[in-house]
């Protein structure tokens, strides 16, 4: 019987080491991969250029009810310019696009936007055979890896590169359940036949279950970038039917800020394993111009928004369209700059819909009661009016006494994007408030947050429901475990 007793102890202890092993690799491998080096060339922090009012555009497209009648109308500006930078090019052709597809939902209708782009590209390759056009994307267009991606399919037929991102040397951004992932599953691939219904659309293939348990970790290649020898276009909106109708916001700019996109591009593609070398772009001399304009990256996004919005003062004017609203660190500084005086104006999108799919508000909704009840009432809130669309704008503009200081790009103001885990590309400038780049971003603004001519915003009140209470508590949770999409 002693002995027995005697086995039973050593196997506990045996156990007892194993789970312990196991608890501390698998937090070693949280630490790690929370922690660990950015590849380099990433979180990127260009230099200032400085341009003229003739050589950056803010463009816009707007999804809106007029004043008179319910039919939708649309105002589009962005893929415009896409393509005609796309038509102009000669040399080379840089995309880095976070959604290139045709899904969405049985029921649904929607402008081929995914395959507009993809034959725009096709036929400029064709009319110029040497023109060398490159476009990297995500592998959210191939469901994880589930399924090809007809629109890569072609571009490759058309002798054009393309990319899927690699991902994986990113920091986890939901570390409890990526370091699972990474232990159990990441060595087994996500290709197979699909068998399970596809996350984003019901006319898209199956999916693996490797592959959902790869979307989990919730890691994206969210850049918007299209850079030729001529132009370079930073805009929020994506080439993706199910988005066409959405409202976004964007620069075109001409110049040296065009190379350090290359560069910044140059690091994303270094992440596969067999990167391939992009086209270098031949730097101007002298640059004139009283309008500064710089390029960033992932965290650096959120270094100058910090900068940004502490300098706001008394007198100062802080405007912000935001598709998501959640950093922490950017909530308590938006209740900062209001306690010192500065008129804090935002307009939201009420995070109603993502792709025919409904949502319940979060983490606009919370985050927006609790701006308005910290900052009684000082910080002035306006709810896009959408239908089915989203208002997916990431656009701030501070104005101060003479000069504008403008962020935009693909980066939403929530930790994800901005804290050095999704890939992501915006552009800083800062100009006179005379220049017309100011006046036009300032009469964006106030043309949708007066409701100048059609139904752009509702008040605040609007969206106001007697769940809000669970709903703050759901996102702090979300923010609190990192096991968000936002």
């Avoid at 930078?85 to 880095?96: K, P, S, T, W, Y």
């Avoid at 990319?163 to 409890?176: E, F, G, H, Q």
Wanted: charged share 25%; no cysteine; aromatic share 8%.
């Amino acid at each position: 019987m002693k002995d027995v007793h005697t086995l039973k102890k050593k196997r506990k202890k045996r156990w007892l080491l194993v789970i312990i092993a196991f608890i501390m690799l698998y937090a070693a491998v949280i630490v790690y991969q929370t922690h660990k080096p950015l590849p380099a060339g990433l979180s990127m922090e260009g230099p200032i250029h400085r341009v003229t009012d003739a050589d950056i555009e803010f463009l816009s497209d707007l999804t809106y009810k007029g004043k008179l009648q319910d039919r939708i109308n649309q105002e589009q500006m962005i893929f415009d310019h896409i393509y005609q930078a796309i038509e102009a090019a000669r040399q080379f052709v840089v995309i880095d696009m976070f959604l290139i597809n045709g899904y969405y939902k049985t029921g649904q209708s929607f402008p081929p936007l995914s395959r507009m782009f993809i034959d725009k590209l096709i036929a400029q390759k064709e009319k110029y055979p040497d023109l060398d056009m490159v476009v990297i994307t995500d592998e959210i267009n191939t469901s994880y890896g589930s399924h090809a991606s007809p629109e890569l399919e072609r571009l490759k037929g058309a002798g054009i590169r393309t990319v899927i991102t690699n991902v994986d040397a990113l920091r986890d951004s939901n570390p409890l359940y990526s370091a699972g992932w990474r232990i159990f599953v990441q060595w087994f691939g996500q290709s197979g036949r699909g068998w399970l219904p596809n996350s984003m659309s019901d006319k898209a293939p199956d999916m693996t279950l490797r592959s959902y348990m790869k979307l989990l970790n919730a890691k994206a290649n969210h850049r918007k970038v299209i850079a030729t020898e001529k132009t370079l276009i930073v805009p929020s909106g994506n080439a993706h039917d199910a988005s066409s109708y959405n409202s976004n916001s964007g620069f075109e700019i001409k110049g040296n800020i065009i190379g350090d996109a290359l560069e910044s591009e140059q690091a994303v593609m270094n992440l596969s394993d067999s990167p391939m070398q992009l086209p270098t772009y031949n730097r101007i001399g002298q640059e004139n111009g009283d309008i500064e304009v710089r390029l960033l990256t992932e965290g650096k996004i959120l270094n100058h928004l910090r900068n940004e919005i502490t300098e706001a003062k008394l007198g100062d004017t802080l405007w912000m369209g935001m598709f998501y609203l959640a950093d922490r660190e950017v909530i308590q500084l938006l209740l900062q700059a209001a306690d010192r005086g500065v008129q804090v104006k935002l307009i939201l999108d009420p995070n109603e819909s993502a792709f025919g799919n409904g949502k319940i508000g979060i983490p606009n909704r919370p985050v927006a009661s609790e701006l308005l009840e910290k900052s009684h009432n000082r910080i002035e809130i306006r709810w896009y009016h959408t239908t089915q669309e989203q208002y997916h704008t990431k656009l701030m503009l501070v104005e101060h006494e003479g000069r504008a200081v403008i962020q935009n790009g693909s980066a939403n103001f929530t930790t994800r994007n901005l804290a050095d885990l999704n890939l992501e590309t915006n552009i800083e400038v800062s100009a006179p408030l005379t220049s017309k780049l100011a006046q036009d971003v300032q009469r964006y603004f106030l043309k949708i947050w007066r409701n100048d001519g059609a139904e752009y915003t509702l008040d605040a009140s609007s969206y106001k429901d007697k769940s809000i209470g669970v709903k703050r508590v759901l996102y702090k949770l979300q923010d609190w475990l990192d096991f968000t999409t936002f």
